[in-house]
């Protein structure tokens, strides 16, 4: 891969359902200064980053958090959690996903749903349906198909910002309302920004994941940490610009109320109210989102197979489908437990579908990168022979202390401490899986090794399709 190509792979990673489905949430903790959440998201972003960096290019493996926590610590049921809870991750943001593609349907053709109704359960839950379906179908990704991908995604936000200046021109924006603070006097300013910011964190999840391009890209000591960086600043910079023009043009009270529909669209309706952009805005979010979805739940099912082929999950998670190769009872797992979250936080949840799960995705990964900045500071002390890319001395303890900070309690608003009970859920059938597969292969004499951790990210013989 060349840097082009690089940076439009990792730019579509990291793009996607945070911004076009949680803006509004933003700007309803935090009023006009909406942009701030998620340029300290970024920050936080960008310092973990480059402890994936240093760690990716010191061990260019592809099986990313589990395996840094496996060299660095050698304790496999902690290296399982790391694991499954990237699993859960991947399930709660192709969740989140879902029930944005709903909202996003549901603009698009004027149903009148409104939230939390039994039309948006419905169409959430056919949607996940719909993404099994090709799932258990098998799909041939490829670096060229997410170019198309992104450019899509690209060009519903560069809409936002066209328009947000278009607007300013014509004299129907109040860009003075992004430097106004707000926040309720329970929380306070300083719950309201870290509530905020743990939530605009999971906008900008997925660099993460680009790691596992190093391998394919010539010299990725020198090109890769200059084109991940270039391609983390450019999504922070497109992220503050739509935050601004959303609430310079759409009052934040109508911004952060889910009844009025998508937050974008309404941008898109009020800049631009003579012009059909409405009208195809909700489609390019349709299209956004459902690449997220997608994506995720490959990741989801991938990683519990591999789990299950390294014998810390039961067996039966690791079977392939003779003809298409997939791994099926792990995309029919997966895909329930994808159920059961929609149905939860639509039907039974005081919070947004969209909040909670798109807030819990932050909340998992928060705590892994946590463990990931900790490990770079254990594997610095054991050398490696080849060149790689080195960080500043302080900055995976900063990055430690910050994903931490977020990940806590102190940094959720009393709405938001739902995303630990929905997050104990999954980790809690994730231990029990484990617990008794344990028990199986203890009584069978065939334990389970994670020796082999890099495997989960492979495929070979008879593994699926990817």
Not at 120 to 135: D, E, H, K, P, Q
Not at 242 to 261: K, Q, R, T, W, Y
Request: with cysteine.
């Amino acid at each position: 891969m060349g840097p082009k190509l690089l940076l439009l792979f990792i730019v579509g990673d990291i793009l996607g359902t945070g911004v076009y489905a949680l803006t509004g949430t933003v700007a309803g903790e935090v009023g006009g200064a909406a942009w701030a959440p998620f340029l300290i998201a970024f920050a936080v972003a960008t310092i973990t980053a480059l402890s994936y960096l240093e760690l990716v290019t010191r061990y260019p493996q592809a099986a990313g958090a589990a395996l840094y926590t496996h060299r660095a610590f050698g304790v496999h049921f902690l290296t399982f959690i790391v694991a499954f809870t990237v699993m859960c991750s991947g399930i709660t943001s192709a969740s989140t996903a879902s029930n944005a593609f709903a909202g996003f349907l549901n603009d698009g053709f004027g149903l009148g749903f409104s939230d939390g109704s039994t039309g948006i359960l419905m169409i959430a839950l056919g949607f996940m349906a719909l993404v099994a379906a090709i799932n258990l179908r098998g799909v041939g990704e490829s670096v060229k198909a997410n170019v198309v991908l992104t450019c899509v995604e690209l060009s519903g936000l560069l809409m936002i910002i066209m328009i947000g200046f278009y607007a300013m021109v014509q004299g129907r924006a109040d860009f003075t309302e992004v430097m106004i603070f707000r926040s309720s006097e329970e929380k306070g300013w300083f719950l309201s920004v870290t509530a905020a910011t743990a939530l605009a964190f999971f906008a900008m999840v997925g660099f993460e994941d680009s790691v596992n391009m190093a391998e394919e890209v010539k010299d990725p000591v020198r090109i890769f940490p200059r084109i991940m960086l270039t391609g983390l600043g450019i999504t922070g910079v497109i992220y503050v610009l739509v935050a601004i023009c959303a609430v310079a043009l759409v009052p934040v009270g109508e911004l952060s109320n889910p009844d009025n529909g998508s937050a974008l669209t309404q941008v898109v309706r009020a800049g631009a109210p003579n012009l059909p952009f409405d009208r195809i805005f909700p489609f390019i979010g349709m299209f956004a989102v459902a690449n997220s979805a997608l994506i995720n739940m490959l990741m989801a099912s991938r990683l519990l197979y591999g789990l299950a082929r390294q014998r810390v999950l039961p067996h039966a998670l690791g079977l392939v489908h003779h003809r298409s190769r997939t791994p099926w009872v792990a995309i029919l797992f997966t895909t329930a437990l994808a159920f059961g979250l929609i149905y939860f936080v639509v039907t039974r949840s005081d919070a947004t579908a969209v909040s909670l799960l798109g807030g819990t995705t932050a909340l998992l990964l928060l705590c892994v990168f946590t463990i990931v900045n900790i490990a770079l500071l254990v594997l610095r002390k054991h050398r490696v022979e080849h060149e790689h890319f080195r960080t500043p001395r302080i900055l995976p303890w900063i990055g430690a202390a910050t994903c931490l900070f977020l990940a806590g309690p102190w940094a959720r608003s009393a709405a938001q401490m739902e995303q630990y009970r929905v997050a104990a859920w999954l980790l809690g059938i994730g231990i029990l899986l484990w617990a008794v597969t344990w028990v199986w292969n203890k009584a069978t004499h065939r334990p389970g090794d994670l020796s082999h951790i890099e495997e989960l990210s492979s495929h070979h013989g008879d593994s699926p399709r990817n």
